[in-house]
């Protein structure tokens, strides 16, 4: 049975950092493309970083800088390190994991910035 479980969100203030990991199993992890996405409420979900089984990284503008997504092939997780973080960021945050055709989806943990 395919799981992938977010943790590590919550309140912070603006400025302020988490760290989300995404547990997973189920599932050849290494050979998985993961990504964390985000959806704000009233708005699309978004890709906020990427990173490829080969560990290449892509990140939207908006987080470049900011945000650090990693892997650990030996724990099958991936981790998105958010500094610096911005009301603007506040959003049910998403692992997802792609080795085309299979998808797979967590549940989400909410990441709430404010003062």
């Known amino acids: 049975q395919v799981q992938l479980v977010e943790s590590g969100g919550g309140l912070v203030q603006p400025g302020g950092s988490l760290r989300l990991s995404c547990a997973t199993s189920?599932?050849?992890?290494?050979?998985?493309?993961m990504s964390w996405y985000r959806q704000a409420p009233g708005k699309e979900r978004e890709l906020v970083a990427a990173i490829t089984n080969f560990g290449d990284t892509n990140y939207v503008d908006s987080v470049k800088g900011r945000f650090t997504i990693s892997r650990d092939n030996a724990k099958n997780t991936v981790y998105l390190q958010m500094n610096r973080l911005k009301p603007e960021d506040t959003a049910v945050y998403y692992c997802r994991a792609v080795r085309s055709p299979w998808r797979y989806w967590g549940q989400g943990t909410q990441v709430t910035v404010s003062s």
């Open positions: 189920g599932f050849t992890f290494s050979t998985y493309a």
